[in-house]
């Protein structure tokens, strides 16, 4: 995600949002997180059981597999405090719930988990795809890395697409474009991986994902599973920024804070924004998450502007040529809500943008509505294709409660006088590189962070990316592809059937 301009709106008003946290605490009744975030419940398994059968409106087998899930979970607790909010690899963890194997009757995969199949009915989302029926090994909840799953060289390729104009059906046969093409398969594959772990990651999300859970619950499962399916280790693989999750009027980059209660409610509209990376090549990725009806033109209306940014985009593509395009399909829908009725605006300071290795806004800035940027895409780049409609006013500013923090990619060497801020940076630099990082995150690394992150913020080494925010009481959507520009096709490594 990319912020074209300064902040235009100002505003003061956070109170609305207040007071909705407020109200949610005390709605905490429904769902819970399937894996991880079930150990505090023990004691609710009544209530879990009915409200699974109500909110998911799956199958009897499947709940009988959750419900298992959730059993294995719960003998499993205290392996859970080191692979909960950090997500280790299971190694460790698997070992010891082996030993417990025994006692189970129903028949489990490797590490508690139970055998998952490909189809699942997502109807219970607003404008998700379901997915189909077909090869399936990985298990429920999903454990098996990867590299378990398919051999090097062999990561399922993504969505092939012609370049647009004349040129994209002679690229497309061209046998020298094809030879150049095999110098980068390496990196392909690598990125394929990183695009299968975000499905992957995504499905169980949509599976486990209900109102009535905490973001936070929500936010570290997909982590959890993202960091195990990579096979997150250092800053070889992992995960390729914090999992956004912001809600309604804000955008994105909001992900919680340690200690945020915030609830997940029926009438929320959630973005889902994660992404993997392998050796620093890495996906971006995201969707909306909505179960009320009423915002289906909103969510179609941005589902459809980045398909025609994806169709739009290729070599020679002109950046304010595809802005116009998406503008213009977004725009088009008009979205009812509460008896009002709103066109869709496409948000104007919000932009896709080329990705870098370990470099996620590599310089250029694909634009959702009309411009003169006459920059052309290039042979070789990588791109996120992201959109946002809103009901508000189609611009988005700074809001408060930072999350989201990063390296300045090119930052210079600044002498840091604070022995903190100096201990503080190595740890970023160790941990994250020049990848995003939330709060949450280093708080395991780096425990009362927040002054000395100032500073490093203040002398510009360390960048701020506060969530951004249209005006409270409006509702933003948001779906997200990353393309490669490769010099025979453009492929959507991370398409699925959901979306
Ligand atoms: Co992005």
Known sequence: MDKSEEPQVKQDELTK????????????AGAEVQAEGAKKKKKKKNNKKKNAVADTGEGAPEEEKKEDAKE?????????????????????????????????KKKKTAGGAVADKREQDNSRFRCLGSWKAGDWSQSYPPLKPMTTLF?????PIGQIMEHPGEQGVKRIGDAELRAKERIFEGDYDKLRRAAEVHRQTRKYAQKFIQPGMKIMDITNEIEACNRRLIEANGLEAGIAFPTGASLNHVAAHWTPNLGDETVLKYDDVMKIDYGSHVEGLMTDCAFTVAFNPQYDNLIQAVKEATETGIKEAGIDARLGEIGAAIQETMEAYEVEIGNK?????????????????????????????????????????????????????GVVYDDLDCSHYMKNFHAEKVPLRNSKAKQLLYTIEREYGT???????????????????????????????????DVPGCFTAQFEHTILLRPTCKEVITRGEDF
């Open 17 to 28: 949002q207040e007071e909705e946290k407020k109200a949610l605490v005390t709605e905490e």
């Open 72 to 104: 294995e979970k719960k003998e499993g607790e205290e392996e859970d405090e080191d692979s909960g909010a950090e997500g280790e690899a299971t190694g460790d963890g698997e070992a010891k719930k082996k030993k417990k194997k025994n006692k189970k």
């Open 151 to 155: 051999k090097e060289g062999e990561f």
């Open 341 to 393: 009725t709103y066109q869709v605006k496409a948000i104007r300071n919000l932009c896709g943008h080329s990705i870098g290795r370990y470099n996620i806004h590599a310089g250029k800035s694909v634009p959702i509505v009309a411009g003169s940027n006459m920059t052309k895409m290039e042979e070789g780049e990588q791109y996120a294709i992201e959109t946002f409609g809103s009901t508000g006013k």
């Open 435 to 469: 990848l995003a990082f939330c709060r949450k995150w280093l708080e395991e690394h780096f425990p009362r962070h927040i002054v000395p992150l100032k500073m490093l913020v203040d002398a510009d080494v360390i960048k701020a990316y506060p969530p951004l925010s």
